[in-house]
């Protein structure tokens, strides 16, 4: 029964860094691109980059989501966990960016892991004793 319930926690992982890893190279791109070209031009050149930059942010947000949940933030709260790498990783692939534009899948696997590393670190040790179950540490059977 143990084992079913880590699977269910891994899957719902796996889903959240899918939907949230393809937003946020989305919006990276979006931000990064608009400014960069004439403005009927960029619309067009937008849409056609759009489904390979959001299936390219799913499939790294699928897996590095789950691996850093369970190696890194195991103590931070799931809402927590979701929106600090998100807004780590949005930073840092427009820091990249900013330059000459080569610079952004590096810049967001940096702000991506500083951010987990930052949680990891900032999160509050909970006592099992206080009955305060961690987020991601499955309780006993």
Do not use: Q
């Not at 590095?64 to 927590?80: D, I």
């Amino acid at each position: 029964m143990r084992i079913v319930r880590i699977a269910a926690v891994t899957a719902g992982l796996v889903a959240a860094g899918a939907l949230v890893g393809a937003l946020v190279g989305v919006l990276a791109f979006t931000v990064w691109m608009l400014p960069l070209a004439d403005l009927p031009r960029p619309y067009r050149e937008l849409a056609a980059a759009l489904p390979f930059v959001g299936m390219y942010g799913a499939a790294m947000g699928a897996v590095l989501g789950p691996v850093a949940a369970w190696l890194l933030m195991r103590r931070v709260p799931l809402w927590k966990a979701i929106g600090g790498t998100a807004l780590g990783t949005l930073a840092g692939s427009l820091l990249g960016l900013v330059g000459d534009g080569m610079m952004g899948f590096p810049g967001a696997l940096l702000g991506f892991g500083a951010a987990a590393v930052y949680l990891r670190f900032r999160s509050p040790r909970r006592s099992r004793r206080a009955g305060a179950t961690p987020s991601l540490v499955l309780p006993r059977e």
